[in-house]
């Protein structure tokens, strides 16, 4: 442990044992890319949650998906100095700035609260820090969905595609029908999260091989010359004006039946419920043709900066113990469009896209087919990740003569990065 997790381990300590959190905390300041209208929403239930137990919010919002903005942000505030309270973080940077000694102690809370035994193992990976408890998470997310329009749907035969020929044949179908088939936004962490779905279509085994375990043999292989090829073919059902559009720009095209579906992480789901559409009725979810039963997923977490202050460490553990709060868990992951960061939160509360969620998580988990997502953070550090994300890119964008070429770049590009 490092001088700076000793001291925020020996303040969360004396904050647990000699006085009460909120009575003591002082207002946390808090970066996060929560920045879309449904993001705001699942936002201000965390706000509403912290104000009613006494806890100001001071908002550093720094829009973009995946967090790379918001991560650019943050090295400026650490290095002048001045670091926010909490800060939204994904999978390998919560390691990274552990690794640092950046990040405080949530020890004490996550002992007092029981964490060990209902924060699914595979986020107490990213949540624990040499065997401390460095992060809260907040949720689980994943990135193997598709959102479908019903009516654009309906109108192409209403067949949800259970394989990749089925999802080709929708796509035409909708094409014809005169809708842009596929919504997307040119973006590289929105490239790499359908890529997460493209590359597991293909099987969890080699998923894993390629962007977790980052065998060259995989990378650079004939199953990873498919899947930019898949890739290369879905490029082909986006619209025109796709070049660095927001994803919830693209969701909306959805919505407003511009578009077919969307290949994004359930967050989308929480633009459909924020414009007041209904699951089954207005839209429909299924996991990528061909991913069913497996979950690449990804957890919103808190980190907790090392900071000075009494009181900014009591709030710190005050909203790390709110977060955890198995009653907001629920309010705000319904809204959201995640799951439940633990195992004992009923579904009552969920639309049949969270419960179908909830249901899918548990069963990749028992059946070894959950996987961290690569575009989110959780497959790989963030060096790698944004080797894959270039090269994932260029192949979208057609700079490549075919998915062998693309898969030879990447075999090379993540060797470089490492
Ligand atoms: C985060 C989600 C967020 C999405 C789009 C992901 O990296 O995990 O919480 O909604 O980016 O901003």
């Given at each position: 442990m490092t001088k700076t997790m000793m001291k925020g381990f020996a303040s969360a300590l004396a904050l647990t044992v000699g006085m009460s959190a909120a009575a003591q905390a002082a207002d946390v300041e808090v970066l996060h890319w929560w920045t879309s209208g449904g993001e705001a929403a699942a936002l201000n239930v965390l706000k509403e949650d912290l104000a009613s137990k006494g806890i100001g919010w001071v908002d550093m919002p720094v829009a973009g998906g995946g967090g790379e903005a918001a991560m650019t942000a943050l090295r400026a505030r650490v290095t002048a100095g001045d670091p926010p309270t909490a800060v939204q973080m994904l999978g390998f940077d919560i390691q990274d700035w552990a690794a640092e000694g950046a990040l405080g102690n949530l020890d004490a809370t996550a002992a007092a609260e029981g964490w060990d035994a209902v924060v699914p193992t595979a986020l107490q990976a990213f949540s624990k820090y040499d065997g401390h408890w460095i992060a809260a998470p907040v949720n689980v997310h994943s990135t193997n969905w598709v959102w479908i329009s019903k009516a654009a749907l309906d109108a192409a035969g209403g067949k949800a595609p259970e394989t990749w020929e089925e999802l080709v044949a929708l796509l035409d179908a909708m094409k014809a029908n005169g809708i842009t088939p596929l919504a997307h936004g040119g973006q590289p962490w929105q490239d790499a999260t359908v890529f997460d779905g493209v590359v597991l279509s293909l099987g969890t085994d080699f998923y894993k091989a390629a962007?977790?375990?980052?065998d060259p043999a995989a990378l650079g292989g004939e199953q990873m010359a498919e899947a930019f090829n898949r890739l290369i073919k879905l490029r082909?059902?986006?619209?025109?004006?796709?070049?660095?559009?927001d994803w919830n720009l693209a969701s909306a095209m959805v919505i407003n039946g511009e578009a077919g579906m969307q290949m994004m992480g359930d967050w989308a789901k929480g633009e459909f419920l924020k414009a007041g559409k209904v699951p089954g009725t207005d839209f429909v979810c299924i996991r990528f043709p061909g991913t069913q039963g497996a979950v690449t997923f990804n957890s919103d977490q808190f980190a907790m900066f090392g900071i000075e202050g009494e009181d900014k460490v009591a709030a710190q553990a005050a909203m790390a113990s709110a977060i955890l709060n198995p009653t907001f868990q629920s309010a705000f992951n319904v809204v959201k469009g995640s799951v439940p960061?633990?195992?004992?939160?009923?579904?009552?509360?969920?639309d049949d896209c969270g419960k179908k969620g909830m249901a899918d998580l548990a069963e990749a988990n028992t059946n070894g087919k959950l996987f961290g997502s690569m575009a989110h953070g959780h497959a790989a550090p963030a060096a790698v990740k944004n080797a894959l994300y270039d090269v994932v890119t260029a192949a979208f964008n057609g700079e490549y003569a075919d998915g062998a070429a693309a898969a030879t770049a990447l075999a090379e590009a993540v060797a470089a990065a490492q």
């Amino acid at each position: 442990m490092t001088k700076t997790m000793m001291k925020g381990f020996a303040s969360a300590l004396a904050l647990t044992v000699g006085m009460s959190a909120a009575a003591q905390a002082a207002d946390v300041e808090v970066l996060h890319w929560w920045t879309s209208g449904g993001e705001a929403a699942a936002l201000n239930v965390l706000k509403e949650d912290l104000a009613s137990k006494g806890i100001g919010w001071v908002d550093m919002p720094v829009a973009g998906g995946g967090g790379e903005a918001a991560m650019t942000a943050l090295r400026a505030r650490v290095t002048a100095g001045d670091p926010p309270t909490a800060v939204q973080m994904l999978g390998f940077d919560i390691q990274d700035w552990a690794a640092e000694g950046a990040l405080g102690n949530l020890d004490a809370t996550a002992a007092a609260e029981g964490w060990d035994a209902v924060v699914p193992t595979a986020l107490q990976a990213f949540s624990k820090y040499d065997g401390h408890w460095i992060a809260a998470p907040v949720n689980v997310h994943s990135t193997n969905w598709v959102w479908i329009s019903k009516a654009a749907l309906d109108a192409a035969g209403g067949k949800a595609p259970e394989t990749w020929e089925e999802l080709v044949a929708l796509l035409d179908a909708m094409k014809a029908n005169g809708i842009t088939p596929l919504a997307h936004g040119g973006q590289p962490w929105q490239d790499a999260t359908v890529f997460d779905g493209v590359v597991l279509s293909l099987g969890t085994d080699f998923y894993k091989a390629a962007l977790i375990d980052l065998d060259p043999a995989a990378l650079g292989g004939e199953q990873m010359a498919e899947a930019f090829n898949r890739l290369i073919k879905l490029r082909s059902y986006v619209d025109d004006n796709f070049s660095g559009r927001d994803w919830n720009l693209a969701s909306a095209m959805v919505i407003n039946g511009e578009a077919g579906m969307q290949m994004m992480g359930d967050w989308a789901k929480g633009e459909f419920l924020k414009a007041g559409k209904v699951p089954g009725t207005d839209f429909v979810c299924i996991r990528f043709p061909g991913t069913q039963g497996a979950v690449t997923f990804n957890s919103d977490q808190f980190a907790m900066f090392g900071i000075e202050g009494e009181d900014k460490v009591a709030a710190q553990a005050a909203m790390a113990s709110a977060i955890l709060n198995p009653t907001f868990q629920s309010a705000f992951n319904v809204v959201k469009g995640s799951v439940p960061a633990r195992t004992d939160v009923p579904n009552d509360a969920f639309d049949d896209c969270g419960k179908k969620g909830m249901a899918d998580l548990a069963e990749a988990n028992t059946n070894g087919k959950l996987f961290g997502s690569m575009a989110h953070g959780h497959a790989a550090p963030a060096a790698v990740k944004n080797a894959l994300y270039d090269v994932v890119t260029a192949a979208f964008n057609g700079e490549y003569a075919d998915g062998a070429a693309a898969a030879t770049a990447l075999a090379e590009a993540v060797a470089a990065a490492q």
